[in-house]
């Protein structure tokens, strides 16, 4: 691969032949920002970064209290994607900016490494994937994932990874090893089957059927392998052959767990997922406008509707145990779903009490019920 670095804004000094200058932008660290053919459209701004174990905010209802993030911003660019207002922190906007300006910290392994040989360190789980994905396309250029994976195994921290990227195949028998040393977690994000949707929704990401061979590559390795079912988008993934294909692909690929749940639309997220809907579904453009209302959940009837379609193919699929469904809370805060992880994909879980398709017949549910009438 050509790699060659080219500054944003070059100083005349740079031009006669000194090198790359940094580019003109407010990233604290930033060493040069890089574009390539291989990655058109696309620039990297590398910095090295002080600090890169992030501690969860006070009050969270996530199942981990500690993350990192090799990378800001995402080439995978789901329309979607929740994180898009973490962007803004960086005077990017949450749009393109997010999709084709990425961040990468380049010394994230050996700063990493640095701050958990610490006294201080406790040894808690580490979440990977929180914010943005760490297998994007750029991770096979950067390779920054396999220092992180040794650095926690190393400090016998517990780590969990959260991915639609398959480069994490590449991780797997480093993987294997750190399962030795410390509880490791698996989670792969794959909530369609249909390719044509997820080429629109999620250009940058690998298809459903390649993520769903990353899941049977993870369960014959012998690792586990939880799959977030989100989001779940009304109108176009939520019909019955859709969710049906979904939990069957599942079952059939070894997944030991799946929590699903609706779309979620937080600022940022929204203006970019609602404009992407004006242009290439308008007739639901007021639909989902009614559905959200001003917040950034789907209505309460709708993900009540979801709940019990998601349980009915679960269960018609093996997936027997009752969690998973993301909006749990449905009568209290809804910010629930966000804490609610698979089986599989949070280390603390053992192996052997996972949930896991039973591989036999299943007692006789109830069908799905039809779809609200919600306007």
């Known amino acids: ?23 003109l932008l407010p990233l604290a660290g930033l060493v040069r920002s890089v574009t390539t053919p291989e990655f058109a459209g696309i620039t990297f701004h590398e910095i090295t970064a002080k600090s890169v174990l992030n501690k969860v905010v006070a009050g969270s209802r996530m199942p981990f209290e500690w993350t990192v993030n090799p990378y800001r911003g995402c080439s995978h660019a789901c329309v979607y994607c929740f994180a898009r207002k ?7 906007d949450a749009g393109l900016d997010f999709d084709s300006q990425v961040v990468v910290k380049v010394n994230a392994a050996e700063v ?6 610490k006294p201080s360190w406790g040894h808690h789980q580490v979440a990977l994937g929180t914010n943005t994905d760490p297998y994007q396309r750029a991770e096979g250029r ?49 909530a369609m089957t249909d390719e044509a949707l997820s080429e629109a929704v999620e250009p940058g990401t690998p298809g459903p059927r390649a993520r769903l061979k990353l ?5 014959d390795a012998g690792l586990p392998c939880g799959v977030m079912a989100m989001p779940i988008l009304p109108w176009l993934s939520d019909s019955d052959e859709a969710l049906d294909a979904l939990f069957g692909s599942l079952a059939a690929a070894g997944a030991t767990g799946v ?3 609706a779309l979620y639309l937080k600022p940022g997220t929204r203006e970019w997922f609602m404009q992407w809907i004006a242009g290439n579904h308008p007739e639901l453009a007021g639909r989902y406008r009614r559905l959200y209302g001003t917040g950034s959940y789907a209505s309460k009837e709708y ?54 398709p039973a591989g036999e017949s299943q007692p006789a549910a109830a069908g799905p019920r039809q779809q609200p009438t919600l306007f």
């Open 215 to 219: 899941v049977s590559r993870l369960r």
């Open 1 to 23: 691969m050509r790699w060659d670095a080219q500054a944003l804004m070059p100083r005349p000094a740079d031009v006669l032949g000194s090198g790359p200058s940094p580019a």
């Open 259 to 261: 929590t699903a749940g």
């Open 86 to 92: 973490s962007h803004t922190y960086l005077d990017f």
């Open 142 to 190: 950067y390779q920054l994932m396999p220092g992180i994976i040794t650095a926690l195994a190393d400090s016998g921290t517990p780590l969990s990874i959260l991915t639609k990227g398959t480069l994490l195949a590449r991780d797997i028998p480093l993987l294997k090893r750190a399962a030795a040393q410390v509880p490791v977690g698996v989670g792969i994000s794959l």
């Open 303 to 356: 993900r009540t509707w979801l709940a019990a379609k998601v349980r009915y193919f679960k269960q018609r699929h093996g997936f027997t145990s009752g969690h998973g469904f993301s909006h749990r809370d449905l009568d209290d805060d809804p910010r629930g779903e966000e804490a609610q992880y698979p089986a599989g994909s949070i280390p603390s879980i053992p192996v052997d009490t996972q949930e896991r």
């Open 112 to 117: 990493l490494r640095k701050e958990l040989a």
